[in-house]
């Protein structure tokens, strides 16, 4: 039988992962983290930096990072993330939603789908009564429909309104958001995705995307020019010496995108030629490369929307 343990950040009954070094936990909300007990664990204080730390791990899972290593370092700049916009938390909703019910015709729950604590968790919701507030927030957007009320609450269906909005949000609706991250993906680079890429973006008001994150059905190729269709801009890392980084620089460049250039210092004697007269932003530590990103793409690009100093 698996050992459980409440969850470190939410409190829910997990899956108790042992290891002399890095305990961790398989949560039904948070997902998957662990730490390491020589450093120690920071106390999560509030609801508010529960919600910001399971939203946070649970979009790093999505994003490759299985599991999440927590340091108090990093757990205390997430809980200090602003939580998304009604709005844009609505729309997560929708997203989910759409994903698990993507027949007009299939009929849920409403509160059987406030109740999931996955869903909580990706929505940035405290609990189920703030997770059916979405909801009724898409429903009086017509993106659902309510088929039955009773007692033991709402049954109803997506719209194809509902799903169409799912598929633009999907498709363009992060757009003006979404920053493509092109690197390696290797377990020695994850240090610089959970520590650099991703807090560096979303500093700057960006929402990191690796291709690694999303399923798809079909060619890889396809799917990385989709979704850098889909971004603002691309940030290219050459630490390793990726062919893959160079094809998709070459073809944002090609669609008119900015791109960032990287690389860990140690590696610039590697670059190719073509590219060695680029300002590429040299990195040598994960914390280092999130400040420099912030910089250069507030300098190049703008702030985002989801800037935390965002007026």
């Given at each position: 039988?698996?050992?459980?343990?409440?969850?470190?950040?939410?409190?829910?009954?997990?899956?108790?992962?042992?290891?002399?070094?890095?305990?961790?936990?398989?949560?039904?909300?948070?997902?998957?983290?662990?730490?390491?007990?020589?450093?120690?664990?920071?106390?999560?204080?509030?609801?508010?930096?529960?919600?910001?730390?399971?939203?946070?791990?649970?979009?790093?899972?999505?994003?490759?990072?299985?599991?999440?290593?927590?340091?108090?370092?990093?757990?205390?700049?997430?809980?200090?993330?602003?939580?998304?916009?009604?709005?844009?938390?609505?729309?997560?909703?929708?997203?989910?939603?759409?994903?698990?019910?993507?027949?007009?015709?299939?009929?849920?729950?409403?509160?059987?789908?406030?109740?999931?604590?996955?869903?909580?968790?990706?929505?940035?919701?405290?609990?189920?009564?703030?997770?059916?507030?979405?909801?009724?927030?898409?429903?009086?957007?017509?993106?659902?429909?309510?088929?039955?009320?009773?007692?033991?609450?709402?049954?109803?269906?997506?719209?194809?309104?509902?799903?169409?909005?799912?598929?633009?949000?999907?498709?363009?609706?992060?757009?003006?958001a979404q920053g493509f991250v092109a690197m390696r993906f290797d377990r020695s680079l994850?240090?610089?995705?959970?520590?650099?890429?991703?807090?560096?973006?979303?500093?700057?008001?960006?929402?990191?995307?690796?291709?690694?994150?999303?399923?798809?059905?079909?060619?890889?190729?396809?799917?990385?020019?989709?979704?850098?269709?889909?971004?603002?801009?691309?940030?290219?890392?050459?630490?390793?010496?990726?062919?893959?980084?160079?094809?998709?620089?070459?073809?944002?460049?090609?669609?008119?995108?900015?791109?960032?250039?990287?690389?860990?210092?140690?590696?610039?004697?590697?670059?190719?030629?073509?590219?060695?007269?680029?300002?590429?932003?040299?990195?040598?530590?994960?914390?280092?490369?999130?400040?420099?990103?912030?910089?250069?793409?507030?300098?190049?690009?703008?702030?985002?929307?989801?800037?935390p100093d965002r007026e």
């Amino acid at each position: 039988m698996t050992d459980q343990a409440p969850c470190e950040i939410c409190g829910n009954q997990a899956e108790y992962v042992a290891s002399d070094y890095f305990p961790g936990r398989r949560c039904p909300r948070c997902g998957e983290f662990d730490y390491d007990r020589s450093v120690g664990w920071r106390k999560i204080t509030s609801p508010d930096e529960m919600v910001r730390l399971s939203g946070w791990v649970r979009e790093q899972n999505a994003a490759g990072a299985r599991p999440v290593r927590l340091t108090p370092e990093i757990s205390r700049r997430v809980t200090r993330m602003r939580i998304p916009a009604l709005r844009e938390r609505a729309n997560r909703a929708l997203g989910a939603i759409a994903k698990k019910f993507p027949d007009v015709r299939t009929r849920f729950r409403f509160e059987e789908v406030a109740t999931g604590l996955e869903f909580q968790a990706r929505t940035y919701s405290r609990d189920a009564d703030e997770a059916i507030q979405l909801t009724a927030i898409l429903s009086d957007d017509e993106y659902l429909r309510t088929a039955f009320v009773s007692t033991s609450g709402t049954d109803g269906s997506l719209t194809p309104k509902g799903l169409l909005a799912a598929d633009d949000l999907d498709r363009a609706g992060s757009g003006s958001a979404q920053g493509f991250v092109a690197m390696r993906f290797d377990r020695s680079l994850m240090d610089a995705w959970t520590n650099g890429f991703d807090p560096g973006l979303r500093a700057a008001g960006f929402r990191p995307f690796r291709i690694d994150n999303k399923d798809y059905v079909g060619g890889i190729t396809d799917e990385i020019m989709a979704e850098i269709r889909r971004s603002r801009f691309v940030v290219a890392d050459y630490t390793g010496q990726v062919n893959g980084v160079y094809f998709e620089a070459g073809f944002a460049l090609g669609l008119g995108l900015t791109v960032i250039p990287t690389c860990r210092a140690d590696e610039v004697p590697k670059l190719h030629f073509d590219i060695k007269h680029l300002n590429t932003l040299l990195w040598n530590t994960p914390p280092g490369l999130a400040e420099g990103l912030n910089r250069r793409i507030r300098a190049v690009i703008g702030v985002g929307p989801d800037a935390p100093d965002r007026e």
